[in-house]
């Protein structure tokens, strides 16, 4: 077998990044009849947020990488899912890693670097390109991932990290309680590569390398027995996960017609009448929806030509007000569709007894939902004048990078989770749970000793495949403890994304865009200082001066490990 210590790449930016995957998977065709293997200090399965985060952690740490990431963009829900951040309300100030404000600060640098703002928009700190509701910093997928790669680029150059854009992890190999080495395969050429390294982290979208390496872990929702939860179900539910979302981007063109050919299931989905528990009020095509808080029927409203707050400008990644005249075309701008009525819930996709064949069945039920989606708001969805359709809706395919104009992989709210030291529950983060305990109102979410991280969000989970309506709750500002990042068992695979020791209830507060960021780097600082003092996971854990030490790291990057005192939204 050839053997290589380790693969750089040359040159900077997205296509030099794209160039050298692709020149790297051409080595490899070359070298059919055999696997070639590379060995690294850590190897991130998954390019989503925390993938990227914890291959940049270890890279500046001194370490090799390799990264490995199934489509053809890194940056995950960022990019190739296409949403924007979901983030708390004191983003801009304090409440996130500094690598992760790195990220914001350049995109918004990358807005005002190419695009024609306005000079109030351009003088603008808080820039919000888009000016959806939902954000701070609703933008296009895109701008994300050309400052992803501006932020990987250096290391990629300088040879310490590999990325293998388009892989897929195949299988695990596993001696006892460690991973020896995973295999991926080429989406491209089908070739696979062995990678060998001491550590592992999984940063997939559903927790797939734990699966394949044998790492206890738990799908769906677990019993009010077992966790205390006072929104789990009485029994467990392994079955009942999130919706997913197939997103688009579209922009809105009066006068035009830019209809879709008729969805093959665009009738089930007209039809379809969801039965949830509490009730969805009517059809999943109509104006109204649940209200995720109250339950209530609500109707935001929906006017593509920007007119009001409705459901056009919730998630609008270009708002035309913010740049030059004649930037975009007509006065819409650009919205990303990730709304009530796109969520798909009909099927789990892990769990017990979902194959991938089953799996890859609900992604293309979602895909139809979304384009169905799109289909009725073109040709039935009521106006304000009295008229049906809205033909002028024009699908974005270049915005989001791929042909059929849907984002490149399904919006994924829940993984599998690890069985870990410590599982965060409810009782630790959500605010009414607190104050029962407490017995009085002014409450913090519980503190831990051994924080990685800080977050907040509230707990939202979207309607699940076991037929529960939302669950939206208020929680408090939580930290991330070091326990929720190690298995019980397996010593050098780490979780790095929304696959941590949480609940089905808890990952709902703990699965955005920076908390995934602040777990991912965690997780490429751990292998560092693991490698360093010669401790496991585990071990750092409990030994309170190597905590010490490496919570002293962790602050030396930016990474604030505490809140100041909040009042409790």
């Known amino acids: 077998m050839n053997r290589r210590r380790f693969l750089g790449q040359t040159g900077s930016g997205l296509a030099a990044l794209m160039a050298a995957a692709k020149r790297a998977s051409g080595e490899v065709a070359r070298s059919s009849g055999f696997t070639r293997e590379i060995a690294a200090d850590l190897v991130v399965i998954g390019g989503g947020l925390g993938g990227c985060a914890a291959a940049i ?30 983030e708390h309300p004191w983003i801009e100030q304090f409440g996130s890693n500094a690598r992760y404000r790195d990220l914001r600060d350049g995109i918004r640098a990358y807005y005002r670097r190419h695009y024609p703002l306005t000079a109030a928009a351009r003088a603008d700190r808080h820039l919000n390109p888009g000016g959806g509701g939902v954000s701070r910093l609703c933008h296009e997928p895109r701008i994300a991932l050309a400052v ?54 999984d940063a997939t979208e559903l927790g797939d390398l734990l699966s394949m390496a044998g ?17 789990a179900p009485e029994i467990a539910r392994p079955d009942d996960q999130q919706g997913i979302t197939a997103c688009f981007a579209m922009d809105y063109l009066d006068g035009q017609d830019h209809t879709i050919d008729r969805p093959r299931d665009y009738e089930f989905w007209r039809d379809f009448a969801p039965r949830l528990t509490p009730p969805w009020p009517g059809r999943l095509l109509a104006p109204q ?87 009725w708001l073109q040709t039935e969805a009521p106006r304000p004048d009295g008229k049906a359709g809205w033909p002028g809706l024009r699908l974005r395919p270049d915005v989001v990078g791929t042909s059929d104009g849907l984002a490149k992989a399904a919006y994924i709210r829940e993984s599998r989770r690890i069985r870990a030291e410590f599982t965060v529950v409810e009782q630790h983060v959500g605010t009414e749970a607190r104050r029962r305990a407490a017995g009085r ?10 924080s990685v991280g800080v977050g907040s969000y509230r707990i939202d989970l979207h309607p699940g495949t076991g037929g529960t309506n939302y669950i939206d709750i208020s929680s408090l500002p939580f930290q991330i403890p070091l326990g929720a990042l190690i298995p019980r068992r397996v010593e050098n695979l780490l979780p790095a994304c929304k696959n941590i020791g949480t609940t089905h209830i808890t990952n709902g507060c703990y699965r955005l865009h920076p908390v995934e960021w602040a777990i991912g780097e965690a997780v490429g600082t751990l292998v560092a200082h693991c490698l360093g003092s010669k401790l496991a ?3 750092v854990r409990k030994s309170q001066d190597s905590l010490a030490e490496f919570q002293r790291r962790l ?12 009042t409790p939204r």
């Open 215 to 231: 790492v206890e872990f738990v799908t769906g929702a677990e019993a009010r027995a077992e966790t205390g939860e006072p929104h």
């Open 441 to 450: 109102d002014e409450v913090s979410a519980e503190p831990f000793p051994d």
């Open 289 to 375: 929806y649940t209200h995720p808080v109250t339950l209530k029927p609500v109707d935001q409203g929906f006017d593509p030509r920007g007119r009001g707050a409705g459901l056009w400008n919730y998630r609008r990644i270009a708002d035309p007000r913010q740049f030059e005249p004649g930037t975009f075309p007509g006065s819409s701008g650009i919205t990303l569709v990730n709304w009530p009525q796109n969520d798909c819930w009909l099927g789990p996709l892990v769990g017990p007894g979902v194959t991938p064949a089953q799996a890859e069945a609900m992604v293309a039920k979602a895909k139809q939902l979304s384009l169905s989606l799109l289909y």
């Open 555 to 566: 602050v030396s990057r930016g990474v604030e490990l505490a809140w100041p005192v909040l």
């Open 537 to 539: 996971p585990r071990g």
């Open 148 to 201: 992803l790669s501006e932020m990987i680029a250096p290391f990629a150059s300088g040879g310490k990290l590999l990325v293998l854009l388009e892989h897929d992890p195949i299988r695990a190999e596993v001696q006892g309680d460690r991973v020896r080495a995973v295999v991926v395969r080429d989406r491209r050429s089908g070739d696979e590569r062995t990678l060998v390294a001491p550590y592992f982290a």
């Open 57 to 86: 952690a270890a890279a500046e740490s001194g370490l090799t990488v390799v990264l490995t990431e199934t489509t053809d963009w890194i940056g995950g829900q960022l990019t190739a899912q296409a949403v924007p951040p979901d």
